[in-house]
């Protein structure tokens, strides 16, 4: 199974951008589904997530800005990040996530950043 990220770009500071990402082939067993990232220097930290059944979370640097959602895409697993009033500190590579009980897999990355 492989994911593909995209929507990534460069937006001014107060913009919105939409991740998307995708998997390959329809992903069983499901325990969440998230989006990370990583700025330069720094650790890879969650954005959101999706735990299947329950909760959303979100970081709290990003609570009301960005908006997490998963769907079916024509078979296939899906998750979005809607983020709006984007701001400098958002800048970062933007990964998606999905978890399974004993597996877990990684996006290769999307490039975000928020400048004037």
């Known amino acids: 199974v492989q994911l593909q990220a995209s929507g990534g770009g460069l937006v001014q500071p107060g913009g919105s951008l939409r991740l998307s990402c995708t998997a390959s082939e329809r992903i069983y067993d499901i325990n969440s589904m998230g989006w990370y990232r990583q700025a330069p220097g720094k650790q890879r930290e969650l954005v959101a997530s999706i735990i299947v059944g329950g909760a959303i979370n979100y970081a709290d640097s990003v609570k009301g800005r960005f908006a997490i959602s998963t769907t079916l895409d024509n078979g296939k697993n899906a998750v979005y990040l809607q983020m709006s009033s984007l701001k400098i500190e958002d800048t970062a590579v933007y990964y998606c996530?999905?978890?399974?009980?004993?597996?877990?897999?990684w996006g290769p990355g999307t490039q975000v950043t928020v400048s004037s």
């Open positions: 996530n999905v978890r399974q009980q004993d597996r877990n897999y």
